[in-house]
């Protein structure tokens, strides 16, 4: 089957850095990808990898180790609206996306 | 960049009559929409997958004469939940993808929709 782990819940503090850590069993790859939720929203989206390697994108950046199964997301100086839920998804071989259950940040002060 | 438009936003309806919800794509053709339900504190669930001019594709256990999808048009497709029952109350998000088959690889997600079934 296809199966997403990513930890259910993590707590950090402003100012701090943390790494949101995903791992993926799916049929076929075609991407890998991170969201943003916030309580009552719907999920935005943040980054996309589909090569081995980081892609920075400001305070966020995301990784990819294909031949692992695996992917992080960092979060830098972290700010107080970072509290939120982040979702990792994988596009399978049939493009359809496999989601995470994500993993739920609280940020302390 | 893209937009996603839902409508309603939340709605409350009684048990048994039915509910539509319009997702569209505000600035952009999407020629693949999906469906998705969320539970409180749960990942999101493909419900359907439906591409312009065709009949959805459910996913496995979802009811498809309960959870009527049209996708008439490259920027419109509703979702129509007949016969609701409080079971259904639920968020309900869209997403649009554009480009052709598999080679867009942005989904662009609509706010929701607050389902509520009394």
């Known amino acids: 089957g296809q199966n997403i782990d990513q930890p259910t819940e993590m707590t950090a503090t402003e100012g701090a850095i943390v790494q949101i850590n995903c791992t993926y069993q799916t049929s076929g790859f075609n991407g890998l990808f991170w969201y943003q939720q916030h309580a009552g929203e719907a999920p935005t989206f943040l980054s996309y990898?589909?090569l081995d390697g980081l892609e920075e994108k400001g305070r966020f950046s995301s990784f990819l180790s294909r031949s692992k199964g695996y992917s992080y997301l960092l979060l830098k100086e972290l700010q107080m609206k970072d509290s939120a839920s982040y979702l990792c998804a994988v596009r399978d071989s049939n493009y359809q996306l496999i989601w995470g259950a994500g993993t739920k940040l609280i940020i302390k002060p | 960049g893209a937009v996603v438009s839902q409508h309603p936003s939340r709605v409350i309806c009684k048990s048994g009559t039915s509910v539509k919800i319009e997702c569209r794509s505000l600035?952009?053709?999407?020629?693949?929409m999906f469906w998705y339900r969320q539970f409180p504190k749960k990942s999101l669930m493909l419900m359907a997958t439906s591409n312009e001019g065709s009949k959805a594709t459910y996913e496995q256990g979802v009811e498809k004469d309960k959870f009527l999808i049209n996708h008439a048009s490259l920027t419109l497709s509703t979702l129509t939940v007949t016969s609701a029952h409080p079971e259904d109350s639920s968020f309900y998000i869209c997403s649009a993808r554009r480009g052709i088959g598999g080679m867009s690889y942005e989904q662009y997600f609509g706010p929701g929709t607050r389902l509520t079934v009394t």
């Open positions: 600035d952009f053709q999407a020629t693949t």
């Open positions: 990898n589909v």
